[in-house]
């Protein structure tokens, strides 16, 4: 009672009420997906890290539903059991389950800081303090999993800088003439690319999944779809890579299995995608403005062009659906004072 009377004399803000919202589906996704992996996990080790994130994200959806209801506001539907299939085969290989995690959490860490950003309650503060300690934490669990298993691979070496220098001229931007030589890439463009292409491998591990086992004959075409324009980026950067002679080393870390049992319902797996198509809108942004060849910033530019135009016809096919949970929104007041 007294947590319901503060909360009425200290009402989220709307920009808190969304990013809750936001948070609320990413989390209960997440823990669907958690569940399917522990249930098919043969590995003591990552099923210790999966059922550790499950318990420690399950008391803070807890969390945000108290917060819903102290402030009055319906909580979103999220994803439910019936989202997941615990009998269905394993749809991905061992190596997989942890692949993905270290992917939703890199998703996870974005979110919270623009969410954090918005935050001005105290109580919605500490949601996202503590998810965040969660995500780093697991971040470096599943990035050292990987590593000791063998299956994530280090970006390439490079000579170490023994002397600062200064760029003198913006031929250091060039890139576009192709009878001028391009410039090596420095050591941020080449972090920038081995993380797009792991990422792209992983992705299209994740999606030709998806699209094994889609129910809807529109969400597997989608899914198909997806899996090309991964294909293509992952491409576009090693082609890249290639003309820098340098040596490309990221791999997807597992294979698909045969499986055409869904473990996912097709809104799930379609919402999963979304997330992930707004994290490469983001991550190209940043990468088009720290790469200074004008060259790999216009390859980026039209490569986050391909996924902005992928993501609306997802957000189509989710409203078509009716699997596009509304977020809240502020008043229509020209509507409410013309009834």
Same mark, same amino acid.
């Given at each position: 009672m007294k947590e319901r009377i503060l909360a009425l004399t200290n009402p989220l803000s709307a920009a808190e009420v969304g990013s809750l919202w936001l948070t609320y589906e990413e989390k209960t996704l997440i823990m669907r997906i958690l569940e399917y +992996? $522990?249930?098919?996990?043969?590995?003591?080790?990552?099923?210790n890290i999966?059922? #550790?994130?499950?318990?420690?994200?399950? +008391?803070?959806v807890?969390?945000?539903?108290?917060?819903?209801?102290?402030? #009055? $506001?319906?909580k979103p539907v999220g994803f439910t059991k019936e989202d997941v299939n615990l009998e269905s085969p394993k749809l991905y290989d061992n190596g997989f389950d942890i692949m993905f995690l270290r992917i939703l959490k890199e998703v996870s860490m974005g979110m919270y800081t623009m969410n954090m950003n918005m935050a001005y309650n105290d109580q919605v503060m500490m $949601?996202?303090?503590?998810? !965040?300690? $969660? !995500?780093?934490?697991?971040?470096?669990?599943? !990035?050292?999993?990987l590593l000791q298993k063998g299956i994530l691979s280090l970006p390439p070496k490079v000579t170490m800088p023994k002397t600062v220098e200064f760029i003198k001229n913006k031929s250091y931007m060039s890139g576009f003439n192709p009878f001028s030589k391009k410039r090596a890439l420095n050591d941020i463009e080449l972090g920038i690319i081995h993380h797009a292409i792991e990422s792209n491998n992983i992705g299209m591990q994740l999606i030709t999944g998806f699209a094994q086992c889609a129910e809807h004959k529109d969400v597997k075409h989608y899914f198909v779809k997806g899996?090309?324009?991964?294909?293509k980026q992952i491409k576009t950067f090693e082609d890249i890579l290639l003309e820098s002679n340098v040596h490309f080393s990221a791999t997807s870390g597992s294979t698909v299995t045969t499986s055409t049992v869904a473990p996912f319902s097709d809104k799930l797996m379609m919402h999963c995608i979304f997330l992930l198509n707004g994290f490469s809108i983001v991550g190209n942004s940043f990468s088009i403005f720290f790469t200074l060849r004008n060259d790999i910033s216009m390859k980026n530019a039209l490569i986050t062009k391909d996924i902005f135009l992928y993501g609306q016809e997802g957000i189509e096919l989710k409203i078509?659906? #009716?699997?596009?949970?509304e977020p809240p929104q502020m008043e229509d007041r020209s509507r409410i004072i013309k009834k």
């Open positions: +992996f $522990i249930a098919k996990s043969d590995e003591q080790q990552s099923r999966l059922g #550790g994130l499950w318990q420690e994200l399950d +008391f803070y807890l969390q945000m539903e108290k917060l819903f209801e102290d402030q #009055g $506001i319906v $949601i996202y303090e503590g998810l !965040t300690t $969660i !995500t780093q934490k697991i971040y470096k669990l599943s !990035t050292l999993y899996m090309e324009l991964c294909k078509k659906h #009716g699997w596009f949970e």
